[in-house]
């Protein structure tokens, strides 16, 4: 397997991160049920994990994002990086996890610090790089009478955390994170430019703009998609996910066409 390792890392806001233009959204790693995907799929075993994984860093791609809610996508990349895992930053999330074919949403100042503590130990770090809300849609709720915002913040304070940020389903939620966000996640792509304000008074202020979904789904053609989503002002990367590493090396080609 030999890729040219052209991913130039970018700044994410003023985080002090550098992430890749194209992010590996490592979803399809750890969980196959209860998926939105209009194809089943089978998670790779271990060398196939690996195989995969090193593909990814290959590409250059040294973002990878992860969440509990993803199975047992955490504890796969701790196992998976623990010899070859630096300088690539990883983010995760609290607020949702899968356990027993199950979401189950807790959004608590104590449920947010365990979470936070069990990541740690999956991915096999001390201090993690970045922490998300992983919001079931109640963006304005969650953020202001749950004090989960409050919980993350401390956390931060107390090193365990170097980024904190919100992952919402709402322009208004996004917009409401501006208040205390270091990073958004936001859903953006060519047929959903809700968020492009979110986007650019994001990007006035210094908060670093993560984009997810933005091939929506797999419904627009690759090269396009991430042409459009990159091209926006303030956006430092694009998640993408597939278990397959040509794809991710054709990504990684438009991605290059687009920033360069």
């Given at each position: 397997?030999?890729?040219?390792?052209?991913?130039?890392?970018?700044?994410?806001?003023?985080?002090?991160?550098?992430?890749?233009?194209?992010g590996f959204g490592s979803?399809?790693?750890?969980?196959?049920?209860?998926?939105?995907?209009?194809?089943?799929?089978?998670?790779?075993?271990?060398?196939?994990?690996?195989?995969?994984?090193?593909?990814?860093?290959?590409?250059?791609?040294?973002?990878?994002?992860?969440?509990?809610?993803?199975?047992?996508?955490?504890?796969?990349?701790?196992?998976?990086?623990?010899?070859?895992?630096?300088?690539?930053?990883?983010?995760?999330?609290?607020?949702?996890?899968?356990?027993?074919?199950?979401?189950?949403?807790?959004?608590?100042?104590?449920?947010?610090?365990?979470?936070?503590?069990?990541?740690?130990?999956?991915?096999?770090?001390?201090?993690?790089?970045?922490?998300?809300?992983?919001?079931?849609?109640?963006?304005?709720?969650?953020?202001?009478?749950?004090?989960?915002?409050?919980?993350?913040?401390?956390?931060?304070?107390?090193?365990?955390?170097?980024?904190?940020?919100?992952?919402?389903?709402?322009?208004?939620?996004?917009?409401?994170?501006?208040?205390?966000?270091?990073?958004?996640?936001?859903?953006?792509?060519?047929?959903?430019?809700?968020?492009?304000?979110?986007?650019?008074?994001?990007?006035?202020?210094?908060?670093?703009?993560?984009?997810?979904?933005?091939?929506?789904?797999?419904?627009?053609?690759?090269?396009?998609?991430?042409?459009?989503?990159?091209?926006?002002?303030?956006?430092?990367?694009?998640?993408?996910?597939?278990?397959?590493?040509?794809h991710l090396a054709e990504?990684?080609?438009?991605?290059?066409?687009?920033?360069?």
């Open positions: 397997m030999n890729f040219e390792n052209t991913m130039t890392a970018r700044p994410l806001g003023c985080t002090g991160l550098a992430v890749s233009a194209l979803f399809k790693i750890g969980r196959n049920r209860g998926i939105k995907y209009a194809e089943s799929y089978e998670l790779p075993d271990e060398l196939g994990l690996r195989e995969l994984m090193a593909g990814v860093l290959s590409l250059g791609m040294c973002y990878i994002d992860t969440a509990p809610a993803y199975g047992t996508s955490e504890e796969r990349l701790g196992r998976v990086l623990a010899d070859d895992g630096e300088g690539v930053v990883i983010s995760t999330k609290v607020g949702e996890t899968f356990e027993g074919g199950e979401s189950r949403y807790e959004f608590t100042p104590e449920s947010t610090r365990a979470s936070v503590e069990r990541s740690a130990l999956r991915l096999g770090r001390e201090v993690l790089d970045m922490v998300f809300v992983h919001s079931d849609g109640n963006d304005l709720e969650i953020q202001d009478q749950s004090g989960v915002v409050e919980a993350l913040l401390e956390l931060k304070a107390d090193g365990r955390v170097r980024a904190v940020g919100f992952s919402g389903k709402t322009p208004c939620g996004a917009e409401r994170a501006l208040e205390w966000a270091d990073v958004l996640m936001v859903e953006y792509h060519i047929e959903d430019r809700s968020h492009e304000s979110v986007i650019r008074e994001a990007d006035r202020r210094g908060i670093g703009v993560v984009v997810k979904k933005g091939l929506a789904s797999g419904r627009l053609p690759a090269a396009e998609a991430i042409a459009f989503v990159l091209g926006q002002p303030g956006v430092s990367s694009l998640i993408v996910g597939s278990l397959n590493v040509d990504n990684v080609a438009a991605a290059q066409l687009a920033i360069s």
